[in-house]
T-cell receptor
């Protein structure tokens, strides 16, 4: 049973345009969400996170939106650059600030930014 | 500041054998987590260690075991290897109860690719 779902296996956008990656979750206990980026032959790299007490968090070109009632979050990248081409993982954790930092990951979305 | 390093990068074993994977945490971190990433899947939580004690475990059988050492380096041991154990094994370190914008963030190594034949 997939508790974190990334329903788009891949996404292709033009350089300079917006990339929107989506993530849905089913477990109401999740209250902290993270996005990781993964290049081939490297480990996942932390991008941005959001707590359930917020609905938006920005860091430079990256913005994460959280809709708790819909159990949905999205990552916006504006403007997209060819170096953003990678697999993006959505991850969720219960009990933010607590002692259990188990992360539950989605299957990932391969983003390709075309020059 | 050194990052998370894992060894070896690749490993080939046969069914029934035992394997030990190693991880060196990022300096200053006191918690290490291990994940299994099968092909086409996201990383799946195996277990976490804090102060040399297991601090949470995912849905993996007891033949998956771990150790954390006083210097916060860690090992993942898998006994009686099965074909389905073929995967990328990722180690991630973090600072338990860290506050601020890095709350809950885990820092990953590049992984060990295990192939079981």
């Amino acid at each position: 049973d997939q508790q974190v779902k990334q329903n788009s296996p891949s996404l292709s956008v033009q350089e300079g345009r917006i990339s929107i990656l989506n993530c849905d979750y089913t477990n109401s206990m999740f209250d902290y969400f993270l996005w990781y980026k993964k290049y081939p032959a490297e480990g996942p790299t932390f991008l941005i996170s959001i707590s359930s007490i917020k609905d938006k968090n920005e860091d430079g070109r990256f913005t994460v939106f959280l809709n708790k009632s819909a159990k949905h979050l999205s990552l916006h990248i504006v403007p997209s650059q060819p170096g953003d081409s990678a697999v993006y993982f959505c991850a969720a954790s219960p009990n933010s600030g607590g002692s259990n930092y188990k992360l539950t990951f989605g299957k990932g979305t391969l983003l390709t930014v075309n020059p | 500041e050194t990052g998370v390093t894992q060894s070896p990068t690749h490993l080939i074993k046969t069914r029934g054998q035992q394997v030990t994977l190693r991880c060196s945490s990022q300096s200053g971190h006191n918690t290490v987590s291990w994940y299994q990433q099968a092909l086409g899947q996201g990383p799946q939580f195996i277990f976490q260690y804090y102060r040399e004690e297991e601090n949470g475990r995912g849905n993996f059988p007891p033949r998956f075991s771990g150790l954390q050492f006083p210097n916060y380096s860690s090992e993942l041991n898998v006994n009686a290897l099965e074909l389905d154990d073929s995967a990328l094994y990722l180690c991630a370190s973090s600072l338990l109860n860290q506050r601020g914008p890095r709350l809950g963030v885990q820092y990953f190594g590049a992984g060990t690719r295990l192939s079981v034949l």
